[in-house]
Antibody, heavy 118, light 112 residues
Framework: QVTLKESGPTLVKPTQTLTLTCTYS??????????VGWIRQSPGKALEWLAL???????PSNPSLQSRLAITRDISKNQVVLTMTDVGPADTATYSC??????????WGRGILVTVSS | DIVMTQSPDSLALSLGERATINCKSS????????????LAWYQQKPGQSPKLLIS???VRESGVPARFSGSGSGTDFTLTISDLQSEDVAVYYC????????FGQGTKVEIK
């Protein structure tokens, strides 16, 4: 069973860099079509895929945010880290860590609400 | 980028009625080499994470009630909930994974 848990700051100031960590377990690390990534949801808004790291180390990110995003994986710690630079109020959202099975986001973390405010 | 547009944004129906949610992609999500539509449907209940209902446009996930069905191909897709139940109150999203990932804006289903 895959479990994912998000951690990081719940309040960041505008223009700062947001760093979120996903700690996972139960994930198979030997299938290149699978991976772990991040999806966010602003209050009352739709889901937005941000970035994902495949076990083959391909790391796609949302083109609309690509210049601000970076995603890395630490195999030794079972962690995936998302970094978002120059945050603003529009980045206020619940950020969820997700597992990509190859055809679906089949497991989700509980999410962490991040508020961008001075 | 593939844009996913759902309609309607919301609908309110009586218990037992049929709900029809449409999803249109800005380009085809049908991969011709395997004849699969890279389109999924998710259900998100208040305070919960989304749950996969339908994969490959029409394959119902294990444990999902038979009243949920998906259809369509190429650029036009439909999620149908026949015999609407109170527990079906949720927001429904389509997701394309043909080219990266894009969700539709969601359709809120309520009981009238």
């Amino acid at each position: 069973q895959v479990t994912l848990k998000e951690s990081g700051p719940t309040l960041v100031k505008p223009t700062q860099t947001l760093t979120l960590t996903c700690t996972y377990s139960g994930v198979s690390g030997d299938t290149s079509g699978m991976g772990v990534g991040w999806i966010r949801q602003s209050p009352g808004k739709a889901l937005e895929w941000l970035a994902l790291v495949f076990w083959g180390d391909f790391k796609p990110s949302n083109p609309s945010l690509q210049s601000r995003l970076a995603i890395t994986r630490d195999i030794s710690k079972n962690q995936v880290v998302l970094t978002m630079t120059d945050v603003g109020p529009a980045d206020t959202a619940t950020y969820s860590c997700v597992h990509w099975s190859g055809y679906s986001f089949d497991s989700w973390g509980r999410g962490i609400l991040v508020t961008v405010s001075s | 980028d593939i844009v996913m547009t759902q309609s309607p944004d919301s609908l309110a129906l009586s218990l037992g009625e049929r709900a029809t949610i449409n999803c249109k992609s800005s380009q085809s999500v049908l991969y011709t080499s395997n004849n699969r539509n890279y389109l999924a449907w998710y259900q998100q209940k208040p305070g919960q994470s989304p749950k996969l209902l339908i994969s490959w446009a029409s394959v119902r996930e294990s444990g999902v009630p038979a009243r949920f069905s998906g259809s369509g191909s190429g650029t036009d897709f439909t999620l149908t909930i026949s015999d609407l139940q109170s527990e079906d109150v949720a927001v429904y999203y389509c997701l394309q994974h043909y080219s990266l990932w894009t969700f539709g804006q969601g359709t809120k289903v309520e009981i009238k």
